[in-house]
């Protein structure tokens, strides 16, 4: 029993184990976070967009190209555009400061992810 004792104290007060609660200089904790979300929805002609949870260089939404009803090579050719534009977009957040956090799966009939930014607040 105080070698179990011993050896969790040993691991427990190990530099690795030490350095996994030390927090970083960088960490802005106390000021917190701003946090913006980009909705991608792919669906219908009229629910095909991007939307930005608050304007981002003045756009609330951006329409994407829409990939019911197409033929395989036109879907084909829809999605890419449709990844390029998410892709630029995100980019240009990455850009203005806006550090990605998480992505999830939008919990909806229509296809979609939602991107989760934060921004340490100045």
Not at 37 to 45: A, D, H, S
Not at 61 to 90: D, F
């Amino acid at each position: 029993m105080a070698s179990i004792v011993l050896s969790t104290g040993l691991l427990l007060g190990s530099p690795a184990a030490r350095a996994q609660l030390a927090v970083p200089t960088s960490t802005p904790a106390a000021r917190g976070y701003d946090f913006l979300t980009v909705t991608t929805v792919e669906g219908n002609k009229a629910q095909s967009y991007l939307l930005f949870s608050t304007p981002f260089q003045g756009k609330t939404e951006v329409p994407l190209t829409s990939i019911m009803l197409m033929g395989a090579e036109k879907y084909k050719e829809a999605i890419i555009q449709n990844t390029q534009l998410i892709n630029e977009q995100l980019t240009a957040l990455t850009v203005a400061g806006w550090e990605l956090a998480q992505v999830y799966v939008v919990a909806t009939p229509i296809n979609g992810r939602a991107y989760l930014f934060r921004k340490a607040k100045n």
